[in-house]
């Protein structure tokens, strides 16, 4: 896993992190463009994505808290100033709600504003899922041993949590092993 993936002096650049602003950008091209065939402005493309990022992460870190709440109010502020801690549906929820807002107030019809933002939720999610893999965030299964089959690093003694997870639960506090 390459969850750190260089440094340009202090400054740590994360391969989730980046790979999730690479899939903003790349939703952000098809959305403009799908703005472009639809005759409508393509700038409205910033500000749609915009409220979908923004809405997606302050979503899927909320989410997060409210399904690990008994260790959050154990530790909040390794919750809230974590680079981890992020649950997909609740980015998914909050973001489609930001779009629809954006696109509302736009003055676009929901079924075409839902035809332009569709292949920008594919592409932006699968690149963003490539830099959750490259972190070792939410990708574990069973145990195997066929030849395609993946090692994750190990957190409490158990296999499949990615290195920021553990760092929430370091120690064996913070998160149950229930949660594990």
Same mark, same amino acid.
Request: aromatic fraction near 16%.
């Given at each position: 896993?390459?969850?750190?993936?260089?440094? @340009? $002096?202090?400054?740590? =650049?994360?391969? /989730? %992190?980046?790979?999730?602003?690479?899939?903003?950008?790349?939703?952000?091209? @098809?959305?403009?463009?799908? /703005?472009?065939?639809?005759?409508?402005?393509?700038?409205?493309?910033?500000?749609?994505?915009?409220?979908?990022?923004?809405?997606?992460?302050? $979503?899927?870190?909320?989410?997060? &808290?409210?399904?690990?709440?008994?260790?959050?109010?154990?530790?909040?502020?390794?919750? =809230?100033?974590?680079?981890?801690?992020?649950?997909?549906?609740?980015?998914?929820?909050?973001?489609?709600?930001?779009?629809?807002?954006?696109?509302?107030?736009?003055?676009?019809? /929901?079924?075409?504003?839902?035809? &332009?933002?569709?292949?920008?939720?594919?592409? %932006?999610?699968? &690149?963003?899922?490539?830099?959750?893999?490259?972190?070792?965030?939410?990708?574990? %299964?069973?145990?195997?041993?066929?030849?395609?089959?993946?090692?994750?690093? &190990?957190?409490? $003694?158990?296999?499949?949590?990615?290195?920021?997870?553990?760092? @929430?639960?370091?120690? $064996?506090?913070? @998160?149950?092993?229930?949660? /594990?």
């Amino acid at each position: 896993m390459y969850p750190a993936l260089f440094k @340009i $002096g202090p400054l740590t =650049i994360y391969s /989730l %992190g980046l790979f999730w602003a690479l899939g903003a950008l790349a939703a952000a091209w @098809i959305v403009r463009r799908e /703005l472009k065939r639809y005759s409508y402005d393509p700038e409205i493309a910033a500000s749609v994505v915009f409220a979908a990022a923004v809405a997606g992460l302050l $979503g899927a870190r909320l989410l997060f &808290i409210l399904e690990e709440w008994e260790s959050f109010t154990r530790a909040p502020f390794d919750f =809230i100033f974590s680079g981890a801690g992020f649950s997909w549906y609740g980015g998914f929820v909050a973001g489609a709600l930001a779009v629809v807002w954006a696109f509302k107030r736009n003055k676009l019809p /929901l079924g075409q504003a839902a035809d &332009i933002a569709a292949p920008a939720l594919a592409l %932006g999610y699968g &690149i963003g899922r490539i830099g959750c893999f490259l972190a070792g965030d939410a990708t574990w %299964g069973k145990v195997t041993d066929v030849p395609w089959a993946m090692a994750f690093p &190990i957190c409490n $003694g158990r296999m499949g949590r990615s290195a920021d997870w553990c760092a @929430i639960s370091a120690g $064996g506090e913070g @998160i149950s092993d229930a949660a /594990l």
